[in-house]
């Protein structure tokens, strides 16, 4: 029976799910921000400026959806900065009304023009200051409270970042990380992170992956690079949420756009725009890749088996740039 991995009714969406405004570091206020990424396309973005949460509900209108975010940061010891590790994820409330920020600190860690708005955030007065450390321990813990408390979790940037296995192998609450970072990769790191993707599903993690532009706008060309195109039947908050929760979408670097994707009778079908190969990822070495010589192909068939555990699926286009979809499990989609 054809089973839907995409599923086949709805729109695609495309969001920019990681942005900074000048509410932070970036450049852009909202407002420009909202008028930039229209003007290129896109329905959704995610405001995620560092350490702050606070709603833009009023840009939001029948073709724009503002996603209520922040990314938060630990960081291992800012003295020595371009040695330093780094942990960064971005929280997105799952309902819009979800704007009480977890682990608050009333004093600490918000970034350039955060602390002029500090005082616009609302949290738990009850609570006592969160302290960040640098540890697996406070990661975990404030990456948990975050997905307790309703928040969508994303882990960043993990090559800009100079985390290393030993490190984001521990880190047990994240929905998704970011396959493909713009930004990092505008700065010059190779921040396409497919192998810690697999690393992560390999370990039995079931999370997504996301790309996005973690865009500044500070003379860097780090908008419109990096996005996530998520398939969902309105442009509303709470079923884009859920869309995001339910894994209804795909990443791409500026890649080909995937059209169909379901599973049949032990195969894998995919369509797209005209691409120089695809291939499928596995957890067992059992891989396999589609291309025709000098030719652009629009389609691809896969083998999956019961013995694996996941596949996903990359397509390449002609200049190289990949879209990437989500890990599908085998238990999943057979049972
Ligand atoms: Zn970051
Ligand atoms: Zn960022």
């Known amino acids: 029976m054809k089973k839907y991995l995409l599923p086949e009714s709805g729109t695609f969406y495309k969001a920019n799910l990681h942005c900074h405004s ?4 970036g450049r852009w206020t909202p407002e420009e921000i909202k008028k930039a990424y229209m003007r290129q396309g896109y329905s959704i973005v995610a405001y995620t ?17 503002a996603i209520l975010g922040t990314e938060i940061d630990i960081d291992e010891d800012v003295k020595r900065w371009v040695h330093t590790r780094c942990a960064h994820w971005c929280i997105l409330a799952i309902d819009p009304e979800n704007d009480i920020q977890p682990c608050w600190h009333r004093e600490k860690y918000q970034l350039q ?16 200051d969160y302290e ?21 979790v994303t882990y960043n940037h993990p090559t800009w970042s100079l985390e290393g296995f030993e490190t984001y192998s ?13 930004s990092a990769y505008y ?31 500070r003379g ?12 969902a039947d309105k442009l509303e908050y709470r079923t884009v949420m859920q869309a995001l929760l339910d894994g209804n979408f795909y990443a791409s670097e500026g890649g080909p756009d995937i059209h169909e994707l379901y599973y ?10 005209a691409a120089r190969e695809a291939f499928i990822s596995k957890d067992v070495r059992r891989s396999q890749r589609v291309w025709r010589d000098g030719q652009l192909i629009t389609s691809a068939v896969f083998d999956v088996r019961e013995d694996e555990d996941y596949f996903r699926i990359t397509i390449v286009g002609e200049d190289g740039k990949r879209s990437y979809t989500n890990a599908y499990f085998i238990d999943e989609i057979m049972k």
């Open 113 to 128: 023009n955060a602390v002029l708005h500090r005082d616009e955030v609302k949290f738990d007065e009850s609570e006592p």
């Open 22 to 25: 000048t509410y932070s570091d």
């Open 49 to 65: 400026d560092h350490n702050v949460l606070i709603p833009h509900h009023e840009l939001t209108d029948e073709n724009f959806l």
């Open 187 to 217: 700065e010059g790191y190779d921040d396409h992170n497919s192998k810690e993707y697999d690393e992560l599903l390999r370990l039995g993690n079931r999370i997504y992956a996301i790309a996005a532009d973690d865009n500044h706008n």
């Open 220 to 231: 860097a060309y780090d908008s419109f690079g990096g996005y996530t195109m998520i398939k």
């Open 264 to 273: 049949e009778d032990g195969k894998v079908y995919v369509t797209f725009d």
């Open 132 to 152: 960040r450390v640098y540890s697996i321990e406070c990661i975990n813990d404030m990456m948990k409270t975050a997905m307790d408390k309703g928040f969508f």
């Open 170 to 182: 521990k880190f047990k609450y994240m929905h998704a990380m970011e396959i493909y970072n713009h």
